[in-house]
């Protein structure tokens, strides 16, 4: 890739047409994800290479358990063998892996699979790599505000020290600001994703469905993030967006 392009800090992507991608083949919506995993690893290490140093993957929604029981098995499955198999070659990669999300319904040998991969992972420094998982933006803010209510009632914390910086440290995840959310499969909405974070993203609508949303795929997103004008809420200064 071109070595002027300017590269996102913290990509969110939301991994969406799994299901449309296989029923359109005439296979079973599972095969969407199962190859959706192959897709995933070629673009990790494409992030890793290309210098984002975060990216938050919407895996699994607190919404999406309302799905089929056959099929939130057989994603919880693909969770397991992912973390505990597909995914060990990011431990030589330098990615550090944690998840967003609650733990709660998740199954126990998804929640080990989770432990062991995020401790594996934890030293290293170059792509952190951020799994939403049973996560949704209304159950991270009500955790959070818990969270919060629970420390002033303690007297641990007191009213002045609630700022915007304290409120984003006390998310699953202390992360940076999103700077760019994909969606995949041409759906416009955040589907109860990241809302906090997003709030200054620039937002990129591609329609093709994530497991055909390859390496070359992504670079055609990275040149449409440098098209953008990011103003913050400031004025448009012309000689640093041209
Ligand atoms: C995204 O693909 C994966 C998950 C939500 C787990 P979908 O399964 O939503 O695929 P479509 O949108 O039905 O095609
Ligand atoms: C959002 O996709 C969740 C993930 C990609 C994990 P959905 O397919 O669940 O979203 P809706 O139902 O189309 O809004
Ligand atoms: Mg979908």
Not at 155 to 162: A, M, P, R, S, V
Not at 218 to 235: P, V
Request: glycine share 6%; hydrophobic share 35%; aromatic share 12%.
């Amino acid at each position: 890739m071109n070595e002027e392009l300017k590269i996102p800090n913290h990509v969110g992507i939301i991994m969406d047409g799994n299901g449309r991608w296989a029923t359109e083949r005439g296979m079973v919506r599972t095969m969407g994800h199962k190859t959706a995993v192959n897709t995933l690893k070629g673009l990790c290490t494409h992030m890793a290479d290309v210098g984002v140093k975060y990216a938050s993957l919407y895996a699994f929604s607190t919404e999406n358990f309302k799905r089929d029981k056959s099929e939130v098995d057989y994603l919880m499955n693909l969770f397991i063998s992912s973390f505990k198999k597909e995914f060990k070659f990011l431990l030589e990669r330098n990615v550090r892996v944690v998840f967003s999300g609650r733990r709660e319904p998740l199954p126990e040998k998804v929640l080990e699979a989770m432990d062991e991969i995020v401790e594996d992972t934890k030293n290293n420094t170059n792509l952190t790599l951020n799994i939403c998982l049973n996560y949704g933006s209304h159950a991270e803010i009500t955790d959070m505000t818990k969270k919060l209510c629970e420390l002033y009632k303690n007297g641990e914390i007191n009213l002045e020290d609630i700022t915007d910086e304290y409120i984003q440290k006390n998310m699953y995840q202390d992360l940076p600001p999103l700077d760019f959310v994909i969606r995949t499969s041409g759906e416009l909405r955040l589907s109860n994703f990241m809302m906090y974070q997003a709030s200054y993203a620039e937002f990129y609508f591609p329609k093709v469905y994530f497991p055909d949303f390859n390496e070359e795929e992504f670079d055609k997103a990275i040149l449409e993030f440098n098209k953008r004008n990011r103003r913050f809420g400031g004025i448009k200064n012309e000689k640093e967006n041209n």
